[in-house]
């Protein structure tokens, strides 16, 4: 159950996707901080203007703003209207700024199909360039893309090529194209799936790998969140059972109660992980459940050090 990915850390660009709510943001923030406690000066970009990761350092600013949370990683909150603008006004000059203001536009802009992801990834890119378009921008060593669940995290890393493949030419197809062929790069371009070890999930990570494939893309990594511990063995098992049995009418019942269903769900959980690592060998990796109220820096900084161990090292200088 211990693999190593040890190459993750020396892309660019991670996409983090996976079903609604099985911890994506969480693992995002998590790869952040591990990438930033290597010195990569490193972004999480949060594409479905969520702003949770703010909140949680504690910090406030303007959407689409980078924002420095702790030395070496800063966020931002992509939305596709901002990203519209900024891509109007730095590529089409006075015009674009016009076009930008205009509420005709850029309701006609949105309501292109795809245009919005391709708006959203675009910024993205722009991240991830060593010279970047926007004025004065530094350069990010890494960029963790906080994707949108499972479905739309498909559509957005196919856009590009749709786009390219449709425009053919003119400046949006170039564009397109440029940044279909950087996903494609898997040197550059890492993908994660997250996947609680429930059988929905897996499931669903399962159908992503098929969905990516059909692109031509591959994971990169499938990590297991939210992992129980298996607290008792077969006999420890028989034995609560036992007191459970004896128990009759005793406080002591509720306790026996939840030890069992805790222990079945660590055996349910241990079940989709092993379909999991079946599917995907040599690319699992697992993190704990955190038994806290919330999961705040402590939290965070503690995801971290599980995965720091299992992500490897980022490129020596020189490779870069
Ligand atoms: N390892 C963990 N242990 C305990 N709780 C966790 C863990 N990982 C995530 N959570 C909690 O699970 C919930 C969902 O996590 P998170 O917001 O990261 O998921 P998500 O996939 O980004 O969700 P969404 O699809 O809504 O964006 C949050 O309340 C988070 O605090
Ligand atoms: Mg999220």
Redesign the pocket.
Known sequence: MFTRVPTLLQRRLIFVT????????????AIGIVAARHGLRTIVAEL?A?D?LQRTFDQESEPFQEVELSPGLFTISIDAQHAMEEYLKLRVGPLGHALASSRLFGAFAMATPGMRELLSIGKVWELAQLNRRTRDAAPYDLVVV?A??TGHGVGLLRTPRTFAEIARVGPIAAQAGTIAATIADRSFTGVIA?STPEEMPVNETIALRDALARDALALDAVIV???YPSRFDTGEIAAIEAALAAADGSPSRGPLRAALSEHARAATQATQQERLEQEFPGLVVT??????P??GLA?LEA?ADALGELLGEPAGEGAR
């Not at 709510?21 to 693992?27: A, I, L, P, Q």
């Not at 993190?287 to 806290?292: Q, V």
């Open positions: 996976g079903k609604g709510g099985v911890g994506k943001s969480t693992v995002a923030t479905s969520q949770s906080d949108p669940a997250v969140n939210a992992r993190l704990p459940f955190m038994f806290a919330a999961i939290e995801l």
